[in-house]
C-alpha cells in the first residue's frame, strides 16, 4: 500500500487550497478513504472520510468550509480546503484502512503527509 499526498502550501486566512493522495497497492474504489491532520504538539485528528459509495462526513471545526472527492479512474483521493484559518495549520495525512483477512486486525495505512500553513 503507497498513499502519497501532494498541494500543500503557504496560505492567507480566507483562501483556498487543494490537497491530493494517489493511492496504489490496493483496490480504492472498494475502501473508504480519509484525511486526517496533526498541527504541532496536539494529536492527529480526523478531518474528513469518503466513503466507497461517495458518502462524506467531516469534523465539525471544518465542516461547511471542506469538501472531499475522489476519482476512482485515478486511485486519488482530494481536500479541498476553503475559507481556511490559522488554526487550520497542520500536516495533512491521507490514510486507509485495511483488514486483510476476516479474523485479522484492522490495519492503518498512512501516508508521508502534506503541510498546510495558513497565516492570519
Known amino acids: 500500500v503507497r498513499l502519497v499526498e501532494s498541494g500543500g502550501g503557504v496560505v492567507q486566512t480566507g483562501e483556498s487550497l487543494r490537497v491530493s493522495c494517489v493511492a496504489s497497492?490496493?483496490?480504492?474504489?472498494?475502501?473508504?478513504m480519509h484525511w486526517y491532520r496533526q498541527a504541532p504538539d496536539n494529536e492527529r485528528e480526523l478531518v474528513a472520510t469518503?466513503?466507497?459509495?461517495?458518502?462524506?462526513n467531516f469534523a465539525d471545526s471544518v465542516k461547511g468550509r471542506f469538501e472531499i472527492s475522489r476519482d476512482n479512474a485515478k486511485s486519488t483521493v482530494y481536500l479541498q480546503m476553503n475559507s481556511l484559518k490559522p488554526e487550520d495549520t497542520a500536516v495533512y495525512y491521507c490514510?486507509?484502512?485495511?483488514?486483510?483477512?476476516?479474523?485479522?486486525?484492522?490495519?492503518?495505512?498512512w501516508g508521508q503527509g502534506t503541510q498546510v500553513t495558513v497565516s492570519s
Open positions: 469518503i466513503t466507497s459509495h461517495g458518502g462524506t
Open positions: 497497492g490496493f483496490i480504492f474504489a472498494f475502501r473508504d
Open positions: 490514510n486507509v484502512k485495511i483488514r486483510r483477512s476476516v479474523l485479522g486486525a484492522e490495519i492503518d495505512y
